[in-house]
T-cell receptor, first 114, second 114 residues
Framework: EAEVAQSPRYKITEKSQAVAFWCDPISGHATLYWYRQILGQGPELLVQFQDESVVDDSQLPKDRFSAERLKGVDSTLKIQPAELGDSAMYLC????????????FGPGTRLTVL | GENVEQHPSTLSVQEGDSAVIKCTYSDSASNYFPWYKQELGKGPQLIIDIRSNVGEKKDQRIAVTLNKTAKHFSLHITETQPEDSAVYFCAASTPPNSGYALNFGKGTSLLVTP
């Protein structure tokens, strides 16, 4: 069964350091989403890609966060510098595209900022 | 933007009993409503979904109902089992021109006791 892959699964860093997360969506899925999930809450959208183009990054804190999907396949989310409040689960999801709604999530990257 | 509210935040049932989780949404343009199950340390898993042109959908022990007029939808789990214990999230999808991103409720922690 095709799955969304994410790495690393866990990341511990000190504040002011740079961190990067990687996502490989289900093969053929044109749309890719990055969500952030704070403990005890639902996921919240950070950025959305259609192929290699950003569709929506209105909720991405652009002073410290960046995201790219250069070849329209895998994607990287970067935080520089990390702050204590960035501690959360970072989830990647993909969707086939067009009118197909179903989004499938990866296992997430648990970030702890000390 | 879309606001999704979910109740209850915690739910404890005896094995074999039914569990019901309710959600409301604010944007009448939302047209797709998935439910996710999230186990500790894992990404959300899509368990059932419903589109706005359908009032009810069932998959074995799980069913979802949608009332578009009242803007609410519910998850029903019958004959609950201990392995149903997890956090459940409802979500509403933004219209196509917003890229089908999901707005999530805050989650319901379901505990099924033997």
């Amino acid at each position: 069964e095709a799955e969304v892959a994410q790495s690393p699964r866990y990341k511990i860093t000190e504040k002011s350091q740079a961190v990067a997360f990687w996502c490989d969506p289900i093969s053929g899925h044109a749309t890719l989403y990055w969500y952030r999930q704070i403990l005890g809450q639902g996921p919240e959208l950070l950025v959305q890609f259609q192929d290699e183009s950003v569709v929506d990054d209105s909720q991405l804190p652009k002073d410290r966060f960046s995201a790219e999907r250069l070849k329209g396949v895998d994607s990287t989310l970067k935080i520089q510098p990390a702050e204590l409040g960035d501690s959360a689960m970072y989830l990647c999801a993909s969707r086939a595209g067009g009118p197909i709604n179903e989004q499938f999530f990866g296992p997430g990257t648990r970030l702890t900022v000390l | 933007g879309e606001n999704v509210e979910q109740h209850p935040s915690t739910l404890s049932v005896q094995e074999g009993d039914s569990a019901v989780i309710k959600c409301t949404y604010s944007d009448s343009a939302s047209n797709y409503f998935p439910w996710y199950k999230q186990e500790l340390g894992k990404g959300p898993q899509l368990i059932i979904d419903i589109r706005s042109n359908v009032g009810e959908k069932k998959d074995q022990r799980i069913a979802v109902t949608l009332n578009k007029t009242a803007k609410h939808f519910s998850l029903h789990i019958t004959e609950t089992q201990p392995e149903d214990s997890a956090v459940y999230f409802c979500a509403a999808s933004t219209p196509p021109n917003s890229g089908y991103a999901l707005n999530f409720g805050k989650g319901t922690s379901l505990l099924v006791t033997p």
